[in-house]
Nanobody, 112 residues
Framework: QVQVMESGGGLVQAGGSLRLSCAAS????????MEWYRQAPGKQREWVAR???????SYADSVKGRCTISRDNAKNTVYLQMDALKPEDTAVYYC??????WGQGTQVTVSS
């Protein structure tokens, strides 16, 4: 069984920063993709960023230039550094590991 746990969410003013973390544990094999998604109230879940094992990254246009995804393979942990936050970034942020395992999410609220 695999456990995925996000942390680091919170309330921040517009223009501020947050760093989200996601740790995976349990019966893991070599993980390739680690991703962040988000879901705002009343909206569908949307993909935010991806990092593969070799370090290549990709971002949604909505966060490109403001977010940086990174990972620590030894710790099976992925991070999302979010800067210049906007109220429209308010959402529950979810981590997806290997395209199969999901965490419960962490709330990010950006006040104007």
């Amino acid at each position: 069984q695999v456990q995925v746990m996000e942390s680091g969410g919170g309330l921040v003013q517009a223009g501020g920063s947050l760093r989200l973390s996601c740790a995976a544990s349990g019966r893991l094999v070599s993980i390739n993709a680690m991703e962040w998604y988000r879901q705002a109230p009343g909206k569908q879940r949307e993909w935010v960023a991806r990092i593969i094992r070799g370090g290549s990254t990709s971002y949604a246009d909505s966060v490109k230039g403001r977010c940086t995804i990174s990972r620590d393979n030894a710790k099976n942990t992925v991070y999302l550094q979010m800067d210049a936050l906007k109220p429209e970034d308010t959402a529950v942020y979810y981590c997806a590991v290997g395209g199969m395992y999901w965490g419960q999410g962490t709330q990010v609220t950006v006040s104007s």
